[in-house]
């Protein structure tokens, strides 16, 4: 048997590069761009030689954060890798994983493209074609074929739909028979779902919704988190019942003791933000949907950009027309009247507000869009915080966990990784890691890693046989 020093992991093809260091990292990005361009996939590994000798390298924290922070700074449109460290023998080396649809992509500002283990300019050609696929709604995501088919559909979620939609008057057909009328509402392709059929009624990774509740008014110290991943309908349902049990609401008292329970927040204002959220986002960026509840406000963030060149004012004022990021999904949601047309989800969401005596903004970030709704009292109710962690310990009401001091020597994108993964752990003190990875979209290989420090920090130990024990976090 060879030494480390001799270890060779194969030689590098179009979808896999390698770096002898972080000292080409630029080198780095655009072969990243190149890849993605040709088979919108791949890998790259520092820490070994062009013909796949692994030499290893000295990986800190600032190691894989300056990776990450090159990759988003430098590639367009935004991706969103996965960076690990590796061994091979007793050698170290980072592997980053990535992957994205939204071509072409560009290297700072040019655009490349993969031919052997090449890193081409490319061709305007191609160039133009790529864009035109990218922008015609033909070659859209969502009317791609998914690996999904109609055995796949969510049974319940489907019928809902259906009973809506035709309550709605806007379906004039009889038929019941799932492939008939995923076929009649373009969802479908013969027994495989579009992406946008599989979005809508799948039980699967297409749709994510992470939640969490904060303590304070900042992101952090952790009350709750979950995270879901199901059809669109069905999470949207999610997200409004997690909301509504953690507003504080007002009893009013009327003629012959009837009562009328009021939201801090209006509910047609949150439902209508809510379902924008999914209608309106950038699935191929592979981001989660999210809801935020601080004590002083609640976000709502869809992620994916607002439309180049428009304001949420100019679509309040109704100075703008609709732009349907996702028409099919838009679409089928207007059937069932989940939501309207005609660009208005701001406009009734303000009215909504204004009404209640509710203050809200939108915000627009680099990746996403935030609708922020203010609380009027700046706290949680006793309700929402007992209602907090769905799997937690028995016998214990929610409460927060306080872990600044555990986790001082952690940053960045650690820090919320390390805090997930703890977060995880106060809900159900028998997590597995394979359940721990499904909460937090972690690697096992990252979360072992994780939970390895943790005990040498002495912030968590292990109680119990292997099989059958717990987590007590210290």
Not at 85 to 94: E, N, Q, R, T
Not at 181 to 199: C, F, I, P, T, W
Not at 317 to 326: F, I, L, M, T
Request: charged residues 30%; hydrophobic residues 35%; contains cysteine.
């Amino acid at each position: 048997m060879g030494t480390a020093s001799q270890i060779k992991i194969g030689l590098e093809t179009e979808t896999i590069e390698y770096k002898k260091s972080t000292g080409e990292l630029k080198e780095a990005v655009i072969s990243i761009a190149a890849i993605l361009n040709k088979h919108q996939q791949g890998e790259i590994y520092f820490g070994v030689k062009n013909d796949g000798s692994v030499v290893g390298q000295d990986i800190t924290d600032e190691t894989l954060r300056k990776i990450g922070q090159a990759v988003k700074a430098h590639i367009a449109p935004t991706i969103y890798p996965e960076i690990t460290i590796i061994k091979f023998g007793s050698k170290s080396c980072v592997k980053v994983k990535f992957e994205g649809s939204r071509r072409p992509y560009f290297a700072y500002n040019i655009p490349r493209i993969r031919v052997a283990d090449e890193d081409l300019v490319m061709d305007q050609n191609l160039y133009e074609e790529m864009m035109r696929k990218r922008d015609n709604i033909k070659y859209a995501w969502e009317q791609q074929i998914s690996e999904y088919t109609i055995d796949d559909v969510d049974d319940a979620a489907f019928k809902e739909y259906l009973r809506k939609a035709k309550e709605a008057g806007r379906i004039d057909f009889d038929e019941t028979d799932v492939e008939i009328v995923l076929d009649k509402l373009e969802l479908s392709q013969g027994k495989y779902l579009r992406n946008a059929g599989a979005a809508l009624f799948c039980d699967c990774g297409i749709n994510e919704l992470q939640m969490a509740k904060f303590a304070s008014n900042e992101r952090l110290t952790f009350t709750d988190i979950r995270r879901f991943t199901g059809p669109i309908i069905e999470l949207a349902k999610k997200a409004e019942q997690y909301i509504i049990d953690a507003m504080d609401w007002k009893v009013e008292i009327g003629s012959g003791l009837s009562r009328k329970e009021i939201p801090e927040i209006p509910l047609e204002a949150i439902r209508e933000a809510i379902i924008n959220s999914f209608g309106h986002k950038m699935f191929d960026m592979g981001q989660s949907n999210e809801v935020a509840i601080f004590k002083n406000r609640i976000e709502i963030y869809n992620p994916g950009p607002f439309p180049d060149g428009l304001t949420p004012e100019m679509f309040i004022s109704g100075r703008s027309r609709p732009v349907r990021r996702n028409p099919l999904i838009t679409r089928t949601l207007y059937y069932s009247k989940d939501m309207e047309s005609f660009a208005t989800g701001l406009k009734r969401i303000i009215v909504a507000c204004e009404k209640a005596g509710c203050r809200v903004q939108f915000e627009q970030q680099a990746y996403g869009f935030a609708v922020i709704f203010y609380r009027k009292n700046g706290s949680d109710s006793q309700n929402g915080i007992e209602n907090g962690i769905e799997n937690g310990i028995e016998n214990k009401k929610t409460e927060a966990l306080n872990i600044e001091d555990k986790l001082k020597t952690y940053t960045g994108k650690k820090r919320k990784n390390a805090e997930n993964i703890l977060l995880a752990i106060y809900a159900n003190c028998q997590i597995s890691i394979s359940e721990i990875k499904l909460v937090t979209g972690l690697s096992e290989r990252t979360i072992a890693r994780y939970l390895k420090e943790f005990k040498e920090k002495q912030i968590i130990s292990r109680e119990g046989p292997e099989h059958g024990g717990y987590w007590n976090i210290l």
